[in-house]
């Protein structure tokens, strides 16, 4: 059944973590900090995390500058490949490298990654039942927020590859009935200082 009323979606890489991704550094803790003061007076309904301790740290501290919202952990908002595109899918100028940043991915995740992705589609996606608009939280990996992003472009399933998230950084897409999704944050990270920004984007990004 079509939705009746208006998603907001907020997404959210984890701040930054430690070499070993066992938690956040105290550049990613104070990242996670100040998100979560920025979207002090969004009406969020919830908070959905993965259950990676970086992912999870990162809902928390972001949950401990809002009042009474409920954190959720989920398998769904996890890190993991949602879709590993065939050569013929891919430009030709770019398959080949690709394919070598897909090669290390295991059977596993070439299996259980889109059964994820297909079910991050079904519950974070599309407009809600009912007659009030709908603002969720989603504390993710990169490659969910990518993924996500390249569904609301009515982009093909590959393009998810090649968008980078940077850490806390914030992106908001609009689920409205009867009308096409619209990406309308990307990446910020205004509520950022200059130091804390573009960490996790590849340093030849960094702007």
Same mark, same amino acid.
């Given at each position: ?12 890489? &984890? ?6 991704? %066992?938690?956040?550094?105290? +550049? ?5 900090? /100040? ?14 995390? +993965? ?10 501290l972001i949950g401990d500058q809002l009042e009474n919202v409920p !954190?959720? =952990? %989920?398998?769904?908002?996890? *890190? ?9 899918? /891919? ?10 940043? !897909? ?8 299996? &259980? ?12 996606? +599309? $407009? ?12 993710? &990996?990169?490659?969910? =927020? ?17 968008? #980078? ?20 944050? %990307? #990446? *910020?990270?205004r509520h950022l200082p200059a130091e804390l920004r573009w960490t996790?984007? $590849? ?5």
């Open positions: 059944m079509t939705g009746t009323a208006t998603r907001y979606l907020y997404l959210v890489r &984890h701040g930054e973590a430690s070499p070993d991704e %066992s938690g956040l550094t105290a +550049g990613g803790r104070r990242q996670a900090t /100040l998100l979560g003061r920025r979207l002090r007076d969004i009406p969020l309904a919830a908070v959905h995390h +993965g259950p990676l301790p970086r992912a999870e740290q990162t809902a928390r !954190l959720h =952990v %989920s398998d769904v908002a996890g *890190d993991y490949v949602p879709h590993v595109p065939a050569r013929d899918e /891919l430009p030709q100028e770019s398959a080949d490298f690709f394919l070598r940043f !897909l090669a290390d991915a295991t059977d596993e995740e070439r299996e &259980h990654g889109p059964a994820l992705a297909r079910r991050a589609l079904d519950l974070f996606t +599309g $407009p809600v039942e009912g007659e009030e608009e709908r603002h969720e939280l989603v504390v993710t &990996h990169n490659f969910l =927020v990518a993924w996500l992003v390249r569904d609301a472009m009515y982009a093909p399933k590959w393009r998810w590859l090649g968008l #980078n998230h940077g850490n806390a950084a914030l992106t908001v897409i609009r689920y409205a009935p009867g009308r096409p999704a619209s990406v309308l944050v %990307s #990446n *910020d990270m996790g984007f $590849p340093p030849e990004l960094h702007i």
